[in-house]
């Protein structure tokens, strides 16, 4: 079936940048989000990119889509302390289906 | 205010008694869906609907059920809540135009 993958653990130092990366297997997937979860928190939308985009940017958040290798990332630029915490890719699938499937999550530590 | 809401936020209850976690959204959204989020596990879709009356299963629907009779509200019923239905659980509504957006989540312990 459909996957979606993420590392599991990313550090950096304040000031530098973060890359998350996501890789996931549906070729027909239309929509590909960003999600951020803070201890005990919900699930906050940092941003999304439709599959025939292949770059979004957003304030200090750009996304790059490589659909032919089915390759998501996030890139955060200038990484604060504020910024830890656990980082979701999800990949929504074709349009007349409703399924929508998580990466495991990548936990960035953010050092002073 | 656009939102997603949920209700309760937090409860606790014994195996075998009935529970719905209510959800309701006011953007006029046409898709809604449940997950479940649970350590380990990650988020793991449960049911979704694409209209009112049209519902379909998730990855993981067993011992639930879900209604959508209108447009803003999305219940999720535990008709016989075991305690492995114990975990985080949030209601989500995406736009046409593709944003999601999810709710507060809801804490359930089943003892």
New interface residues.
Partial sequence: GEDVEQSLFLSVREGDSSVINCTYTDSSS??L?W?KQEPG???Q?LT?I?SNMDMKQDQRLTVLLNKKDKHLSLRIADTQTGDSAIY?C?E?GSSNT????????TTLQVKP | EAQVTQNPRYLITVTGKKLTVTCSQNMNHE?M?W?RQDPGL????IY???NVEVT?K??VPEGYKVSRKEKRNFPLILESPSPNQTSLY?C?S?SGD????????SRLTVL
Wanted: net charge negative; no cysteine.
């Fill in positions: 239309t929509y989000y999600y928190a919900g699930l939308l999304y439709f979701f999800a929504f409703g399924k929508l499937i998580f990466g495991q999550g | 898709y869906s997950y990650g988020l793991r879709q979704y609907s694409m379909d998730g990855d949030f989500a995406r593709g944003e999601l957006f999810f709710g507060e989540g």
